[in-house]
């Protein structure tokens, strides 16, 4: 089934090009658009039942690692996967919706499913990418993608946002490029399987110079605290789908890319103390300034940063139990935030604004919508028995499992954050729904109904949480095997260069004939890769790690 592995990528570009050249005709554009996200969700789907048994690698290309770059998918792939392809088809419908109930120049613009596509595929690449370069590239294509989206309309108030949106987007880039750049030269190769070899090699500033490195490009693109202040200026202007499938996904990508690097390259747990800090840091600087906003899109934008800071402090545990917990709660907070996001979506399109000191008696209007945020900001709370609970509980075991100062200050500041962010949805639902505004007058003069695909997308993805919080033991079990698996690191480089004459830097489909093995692979491996620069002095070391030698 390794067949299915570049269908989540390619789908959606095809689709995006073809897409393209339709852009008169916009029922066709959102059926194309459908197709190849429901295809590739389907794909997804279908690799979640091999990848439970063992990682699926494809050599694309047909040359295996680490010259030819592979797409690997293992559990961790496939459930953040899946989630985020639930997810785009979700905010799809959400956003076609006024093509769909109302005139044909209500439509989204003509560029935005092709955007919105590629965005996708980008978001599919940095999941799949089994070298960091790879990595690097499916982090650009979702950025190029995300630069169009963030901008539609071109307000000004969009574009100002755009503008830092892009400044911090490059930058994050510029520092991962650096850290790509720095590791081939000190080990001279990407490929992250060769690289969990190799690192282990150098002396350990070197290493921990790399880790810090990569945790600072990809803390950026999490939104961890302090490298967040970007996210809550710049999502909330952004179309109400946009900056839906922004918190959703963007900052998750981070939050994979951080557990990936941490987990398989970096294994020692040197920098867990700085993450368990950050981590802490996040929760509570985000939800405090969640509590000091008016507008309901900038305080569940704060609400975004505070809760990545519950996957950090799974991540910073190092444990198996805090990995799977923090694999569940990432999985659930990519539901929950992107529907958060819809929610207020309506709410602005119902009262006429994001104040909530003008978004009075929203309940007398939409008693659907007011008992649909209550749910989803419940399950943001973690109230039992949702998945918010569930996650947060599995956290907590975690923490107290491992009996350190950490984990127990981890889990004080779970707590505290927990209890901050129901004060906030309370106050939110309470000014939104429950208070009779203070123009309400005003808002009287325009009564609007709600358009149906934008309430059945919501709804559909509200369900989605009711069936994951009711099947939350297989999502739990799938995610502890990943996070077991993750710490043993041996699945993942057994897939990647220990069968079919993979790491051999030869075609595959060369090494797989013996009628056609005129090439020794040991005799080729010097040639293919050259002889690396140097970080460090260490001849001793040099020596160890020589790209020639055999691991």
Do not use: C
């Not at 789908?11 to 090009?17: E, S, V, Y």
């Not at 190849?36 to 690698?57: H, N, Q």
């Not at 439509?107 to 999941?127: E, H, I, N, R, T």
């Not at 100002?160 to 994050?172: E, P």
Request: hydrophobic fraction near 55%; glycine fraction near 10%; charge should be positive.
């Amino acid at each position: 089934m390794t067949w299915l592995l570049p269908i989540p990528v390619i789908a959606p570009l095809l689709a995006a090009g073809l897409s393209l050249v339709l852009g008169r005709f916009r029922r066709t554009q959102l059926s194309v658009t459908v197709i190849a996200l429901a295809g590739s969700l389907a794909a997804a789907i279908a690799m979640a039942f091999e990848a439970d048994t063992a990682p699926m690698v494809l050599d694309v290309g047909s040359w295996a690692a680490p010259v030819g770059v592979s797409l690997v998918a293992d559990r961790l792939t496939l459930m953040m996967l899946i989630v985020s392809l639930i997810v785009t088809v979700g905010v799809l419908i959400y956003s076609s919706s006024q093509s769909v109930s109302r005139d044909e120049s209500a439509s989204p613009m003509p560029v935005y499913y092709p955007s919105y596509l590629v965005l996708s595929a980008g978001v599919s690449d940095a999941f799949l990418a089994g070298d960091l370069f790879n990595l690097y590239i499916g982090f650009e294509i979702l950025l190029a993608a995300s630069f169009v989206l963030i901008t539609l309309g071109g307000t000004r108030s969009r574009v100002r946002s755009g503008t830092v949106y892009v400044v911090v987007s490059l930058f994050s880039s510029a520092v991962f490029l650096i850290g790509i750049a720095f590791t081939y030269a000190a080990v001279g190769t990407v490929n992250m399987a060769q690289l969990a070899i190799r690192l282990s090699e150098l002396p350990e500033p070197t290493r921990i110079l790399l880790q810090a490195t990569f945790l600072v490009a990809f803390g950026i693109k999490a939104a961890i605290f302090p490298l967040s202040a970007w996210l809550p200026d710049s999502y909330p202007t952004a179309p109400a789908p946009v900056t839906a499938v922004f918190a959703g996904l963007l900052t998750k990508v981070g939050v994979y890319a951080i557990i990936r690097t941490q987990f398989l390259l970096f294994p020692g747990g040197a920098l867990d103390t700085i993450l368990a800090v950050l981590g802490m840091f996040t929760m509570i600087v985000g939800i405090l300034g969640a509590i000091a906003q008016d507008d309901i899109k900038r305080m569940v934008s704060f609400t975004l940063v505070s809760h990545i800071g519950f996957m950090i402090w799974g991540i910073s545990l190092s444990s198996e139990a805090g990995l799977g917990a923090a694999i569940v709660y990432a999985a659930h907070h990519i539901l929950v935030q992107t529907t958060l996001f819809l929610i207020v979506g309506l709410m602005q399109y119902l009262g006429g604004t994001t104040s909530l000191a003008k978004l009075g008696g929203l309940a007398g209007k939409s008693p659907f919508l007011a008992g649909m945020f209550l749910i989803v900001a419940f399950n943001l709370v973690g109230i039992p028995p949702l998945t918010g609970f569930l996650g947060k509980v599995g956290l907590a075991r975690a923490s107290v499992l491992a009996g350190t100062g950490r984990g127990w200050a981890l889990l004080a500041a779970g707590l505290v954050a927990s209890m901050l962010t129901l004060y906030v949805v309370v106050k939110a639902w309470s000014m939104a729904f429950w208070q009779p505004s203070e123009g309400e007058k005003q808002l009287k003069a325009e009564k609007r109904s709600l358009p149906k695909a934008m309430v059945v997308a919501t709804a559909g993805l509200l369900l989605v949480q009711v069936a994951m919080a009711g099947g939350m033991n297989i999502i739990y079990g799938y995610a502890e095997r990943a996070a077991v698996d993750l710490k043993a690191r041996t699945p993942y480089l057994n897939a990647v260069l220990g069968q079919d004459g993979r790491g051999s830097g030869h075609s595959s489909d060369v090494v797989r004939r013996s009628d056609f093995d005129v090439l020794p692979p040991h005799t080729q491996r010097p040639q293919v890769l050259p002889a690396p620069l140097r970080l460090d002095f260490d001849t001793d070391t040099r020596e160890r790690v020589r790209v020639g030698e055999d691991q």
